[in-house]
């Protein structure tokens, strides 16, 4: 998950457990409210009935009259027992079912004087009321039907709003992430571009003195000392690979001339031909070296021209069939070849022939009969060439380090060789986006399949 996903849900769901928090304490205190002006209202109503009472100069003639006048049962549904010191009935507003009551209650009014309770349905609020030198026992009930109904409306609405902000809250959070955190992407997007190649490029420095604009500038910094670290090393090989290049070419000169005269011994012919083999292998290291120095994974795409791998093959072998004129090669294209082939990639042929001039000498050097089998396949999705020779197998736990470099198998053991080879091949490959398999089909049989990507 991108650091700009996680800051946006962090802070989407610290900001809606914080509103449902208010959302609750905002239930809670209106239903405290409804509770509260509903008990005042229950209050009221006693005292105004405590009220008519004592005024009344005939209450059971007066009550249907007073009360059907004063009626509260439209918003509260209310009931009122009115009993007299006896505890007696002496009023009700029920009319047309059979009246009960809890005798409990009125003993405990005797106590308590005031009792509301709302815990049973509907809620109660009675008293005991002494009035013109008479008690009576008042008992008020009823459902605060007006109240609830709010209640219930607020909770919907605060779902809703909970629902509604907690949405809003996570795409604003989103978007604005992405717009305080365009600068480090920009920035990512910079570095991402910096290679090998191009680390003189300086990534832009915000005018701002923030945290992004320091990073920016550190990275700059870094890539500096980086870019003379690089072109240190660049200059160093290069110019390594060109002084060595010299003296070598003049070897390898002096040394055909030698093996030209005729007066040497066997043993000495032998010798100068074998460091002439050495020469020439030094000589191709170093110009795969320079050749290499000049491209990276990156810039090598901007130097593409079409390649005829089968052009490349012949060349190569020609190459190599200098230094070893007894290598033979059988050149086969596979019949699942497509009949619209073209046998051509997109590539650069210096560094491709020098892949194929090192899997030609492995051939040469650790083959058993000095013949190497190469077969192009094509199909609509790839092309691959396989290079294929007799001679002692690599065993499975070289395998998995076979172009690493300086690695050499068990089969080459008294075979002069730098072990850089098959690196390098590698290194080509992977810059042409294909990729590069050893296998043994057989006891005696190695197998290098070279694979490009369409």
Known sequence: MSLKRKIALNLSIAFSLLFGIVMVVIYMSFNDFRRDEFKERFRQRLEFTSHFISKSKDFEEEAPVFFNENSDNILLNETILIFNGQKELIYSTIKDRNVSWDNALLKELDRNKTIYTEKTQPEIYAALKSINGENYYILTSAFDTNGKSKLEYLKYLLIAAYVMSTLLIGFFSYYFMGQFLRPLEDLNKEISEVTAHRLTTQIPVQPSNDEISILAKSFNTMIARLDDVFQSQRDFTASASHEIRTPITRMAFQLENLIKLQQHSPETLSSLKQIQKDVYQLSDLTNSLLILTKFDKENIQTLYEEVRIDEVIFESYEAVEKSYPNLKMDFLISENTSENALLTIPGIQSLLDIVFINLFKNAAVYSDNMEVDVLITETNSDLTVDVVSS????????????????????????ISGSGLGLRIVKRIVEYHGAEILYSAPSEKTNQFSVIFKK
């Not at 690599?394 to 470099?405: T, Y």
């Open 391 to 414: 001679g002692n197998v690599i065993e499975e736990q070289d395998r998995s380090k076979l172009f690493e470099a300086f690695m050499r198998g068990n089969n080459s053991q008294n």
